[in-house]
């Protein structure tokens, strides 16, 4: 049986190999709608749609964070040595039966089911795991020019400096 390692490279590999084929197919029509007249090129508008990815909410796992813990240990000692009265909150026991109160969030948590997925909402929406789609689309005809993908955890005007420079191509 081989190693688990060469298939995931060998899958990743396929992948990528399909990912460059498909876009170079796009690029290929692409060119020939700009020779018959289809895209004119003067105008372009970027449209921005999260694409839903394939993992839940209730798949986040809370990140470890391991390169801190030794200063973060040694700052928790220092203050534990400095602190010499005991402070007691009385609480109602009412209060000791809440559990506490589960926020993820692209920073403190991940997904196990696809690693590169990112919570994002949308007004009026529930949080959901997705991807953001920027769709470069010629204002005079409405053919799609240019489609990317990034990770949902940005905002369009940071997906902007790298978009602008492919849309530009044409």
């Known amino acids: 049986m081989g190693s688990l390692t060469g298939k995931f490279s060998k899958g990743i590999l396929g992948d990528f190999i399909f ?3 498909v876009w170079e197919l796009f690029k290929r029509v692409l060119k020939q709608c700009i020779g018959k007249g289809m895209v004119s090129g003067r105008g372009q508008a970027v449209y921005s749609v999260y694409i839903k990815a394939n ?20 700052e928790l000692s220092q203050q534990e040595e400095d602190c010499t009265h005991e402070v007691k909150l009385e609480r109602p026991g009412d209060y000791d039966e809440l559990k506490p109160k589960k926020n993820p969030g692209n920073k403190t948590h991940y997904s196990t089911s696809d690693l590169h997925a990112r919570m994002s ?9 997705n991807y953001l789609g920027q769709v470069g689309v010629d204002m005079e005809s409405h053919v799609i020019t240019h489609v990317e993908v990034f990770r949902a ?7 902007l400096p790298e978009l602008l420079p492919k849309l530009v191509e044409l």
């Open 19 to 21: 990912k460059a084929a």
């Open 121 to 129: 909402v949308k007004p009026g929406k529930a949080a959901a795991m």
């Open 153 to 159: 955890d940005k905002w369009d005007q940071q997906c």
């Open 55 to 74: 993992a839940s909410l209730d798949s986040m796992v809370e990140r470890e964070i391991l390169s801190d813990a030794v200063a973060y240990s040694a």
